[in-house]
């Protein structure tokens, strides 16, 4: 299907589609192929349709542009197009507003990290040469003697102070996203996503995806990464209202009831949380839940489609090579945990039958498996592999036969000496509330699920693991064995 035909089928060009359409065309020239051109064209054409909803209330989109262009004209007071800026802020209409804002004024936007250390925020500022900072909370505080007297802080509720004036159009700012990586250290991705095939993709998934104009789509994953991003930018291409939570049980559940929510955009620790929540609870107007940016595993894709119906899609892909498979509920029931089939427009390689990920020339550094019908499963990542006894070992592969116990909320895995396989492992789980097994009993629960050179050799039990805030597992924060607290098996794999 063309990217042209599957827009028409979400029904966003309305009753007046040729009329629409250029209206889109005419300002994405005006103003860039960019997320304040979507923001224009909904306020032009749909001005008191609701665009976000955080906790401060609903904005339709005239009063989200509005409250853009006061922020854009402030800013233009302080830097010139092409100068970096850095929004430092939570999820909000504000913050929305504010990105907005700054690709309006052909700023370089450099997207940090709450989740990032005050020392690493002025690692990144010098970097990138930031010339100014957006901030919201105690930021100002926590940074002050981290960055440099050349960069400006400006607390975010103070954006948009100065009075509206008339803005030329300038060339389209930039966004530039941020990864922290294995090693927690944030660095600057580029894009290696080409507009033909950029353009593909986006049809296919129209395609695929169950999406509507206007369906209500809940967020809360934090809008500075490339999903939560991604998901602010359909939101905008489909006129959808966009609701900005918390992530917590409670809040997601609330939200999905009160406000008949039909696309769930989440990550699996996310989508793990919701389904512990206690309570049988109903989402009856849910089309679409949107997973990703963690490995899914087979449980719990099997428990949430058993949960909600055929819902659950999967995606996998990467700041650099964009998104580059689908699973829809089809797939996952085929193979469940897996991440479906390549996007037309991705020219994806695998170089060996479990071997690394690569796009369009690109190693990604995952390692994944395809079956006869073109499905992937994924890994891993390629640095990660365990050898034990010369046998590969798939720390995540392993993670989530671990996590098969019923007793096991989370597991991670890592290499540790070992005299007899070279590589032994250790395990770090997170038990269920509720079940207060030991080490011991877990090993003797594992003695018949794995290979004796599979079997950890070291158990410790942990009250929560290291993760990003879109669920990805932090292997290089794990804590050292010295610093382990009591509850550890140690010596040789139980026989």
């Known amino acids: 299907m063309s990217l042209l035909t599957a827009i028409r089928r979400t029904g966003v060009l309305g009753s007046r589609p040729v009329q629409n359409a250029l209206g889109l065309v005419w300002t994405v020239l005006r103003h860039g192929p960019t997320l304040y051109a979507l923001a224009a064209w909904n306020a032009r054409r749909t001005p008191d349709q609701m665009a976000l909803v955080d906790g401060d209330g609903p904005l339709t989109y005239a009063e989200l542009l509005k409250r853009a262009d006061e922020m854009a004209a402030a800013l233009a007071c302080q830097v010139r197009p092409g100068e970096a800026v850095g929004p430092l802020c939570g999820n909000s209409a504000d913050f929305v507003a504010a990105l907005l804002a700054c690709v309006r004024t052909g700023a370089r936007t450099v997207l940090l990290g709450t989740s990032f250390s005050a020392a690493e925020i002025g690692r990144v500022s010098a970097e990138q040469r930031l010339r100014l900072l957006i901030c919201d909370g105690d930021w100002p505080e926590r940074l002050r003697g981290e960055i440099g007297p050349d960069v400006t802080l400006l607390p975010l509720c103070g954006l948009g102070e100065a009075r509206p004036r008339f803005l030329t159009p300038s060339r389209a700012g930039p966004l530039v996203l941020l990864t922290s990586g294995s090693t927690g250290t944030p ?120 949960r909600f119906g055929d819902v659950l899609f999967n995606l996998y892909g ?46 990604t550094g995952d390692l994944a498996s395809r079956d006869a019908a073109g499905r992937l499963t994924l890994h891993g990542r390629a640095d990660e592999l365990l050898i034990c006894g010369g046998e590969n070992v798939f720390p995540a592969s392993l993670e989530e036969r671990i996590t098969a116990l019923e007793a096991v909320a989370e597991c991670a895995v890592v290499g540790v000496p070992c005299a007899e396989f070279g590589t032994g492992i250790h395990a770090l789980i997170v038990l269920r509330p509720g079940h207060n097994m030991t080490p011991e009993q877990l090993q003797d629960e594992l003695r018949p699920l794995l290979p004796r050179m599979f079997r950890p050799q070291k158990i410790t039990l942990l009250d929560v693991l290291p993760r990003t805030l879109t669920g990805r597992l932090l292997r290089a924060r794990l804590p050292a064995e010295t610093d382990m607290k009591e509850g550890a098996t140690d010596g040789n794999p139980p026989p």
């Open 187 to 306: 660095k600057a991705v580029r894009s290696r996503v080409g507009i033909r095939a950029g353009l593909r993709v986006a049809g296919a998934l129209l395609d695929a995806l169950p999406l509507r104009a206007g369906a209500p789509t809940l967020l809360p994953l934090p809008l500075f990464h490339g999903h939560g991003l991604a998901t602010l930018g359909m939101g905008l291409a489909l006129g959808a209202p966009l609701h900005l939570c918390r992530p917590t049980a409670d809040t997601i559940w609330r939200t999905l009831q009160e406000e008949g929510i039909e696309v769930l955009v989440l990550v699996p620790t996310l989508l793990h949380r919701l389904l512990d929540a206690p309570g049988k609870r109903a989402a009856p107007a849910l089309r679409a839940i949107i997973c990703g940016s963690a490995p899914l595993g087979t449980r719990l894709a099997m428990a949430a489609l058993e």
């Open 318 to 363: 990467s700041t650099e090579t964009g998104l580059i498979s689908l699973a829809t509920p089809a797939d996952l029931r085929a193979a469940p945990g897996g991440v479906g089939r390549a996007l037309p427009g991705v020219n994806l390689e695998l170089d060996g039958e479990v071997g690394r990920v690569i796009v369009g020339g690109h190693d």
